[in-house]
């Protein structure tokens, strides 16, 4: 048994706006197949259509063709003095990705600064008899402290890499210095 699409209208502006969007070249590949996916479905095509000729997958038109309606019909449906103006930002804001997708954080910002403030000191001070600390042995030495349960050598590259360390308390006090 078939479903039937949502259908999609667009007025001239709304369409304009999209057109636009796709046509531009600082908007990301991503959101520009998202926006032609509604463009095609405004056209009258089905999303068993549209996805072999725009090499789309089927449950991704349809997917979008749903949230761009569920919107447009929540835009329309807004009392006319409050509802925002329909424009590029608006538009984009429904294409955006939702928060919440993708894998969690596991690590806290404040276990970060620890992991990092840890790179700052000697290992020598940790009774290891290296100089220089590597990846792995942060790993080792944060997780032997308690600073978090487990932590991978990339998690902890990637730490360093973001430089999660608040500067020299010297620095701070320079600057507070010469705004006086």
């Known amino acids: ?27 990301p590949e991503f959101i520009k197949q ?35 309606a569920k919107h447009q019909r929540c835009w329309k449906q807004t009392d006319e003095p409050l509802r925002p103006a329909m424009n590029e930002t608006l538009i984009l804001g429904w294409h955006a990705d939702q928060k919440g997708r993708g894998r969690k954080e596991t690590i806290t910002p404040e276990q970060r600064i620890k992991i990092a403030a840890m790179s700052l000191e000697s290992p020598e001070q940790s009774g290891l008899p290296v100089t220089q600390w590597t990846s792995a042995l942060l790993a080792d030495e944060a997780i032997r402290r308690g600073i978090v349960d487990t932590i991978s050598v990339s998690s902890v ?3 360093l890499k973001k430089r999660f360390v608040a500067p020299p308390q010297s620095i701070l006090a320079q600057c507070q210095n010469r705004r006086s």
Do not use: C
């Open 1 to 27: 048994m078939s479903r039937t699409a949502v259908t999609i209208k667009l007025d001239d502006s709304e369409h304009g706006i999209l057109t636009k969007i796709y046509h531009k070249r600082s908007v």
């Open 34 to 68: 998202r926006i032609l996916a509604v463009l095609a479905a405004a056209s009258g095509w089905q999303n068993k259509e549209i996805a072999p000729k725009h090499g789309l997958e089927v449950h991704f038109v349809g997917m979008w063709r749903n949230r761009f």
């Open 157 to 159: 590259r990637t730490i």
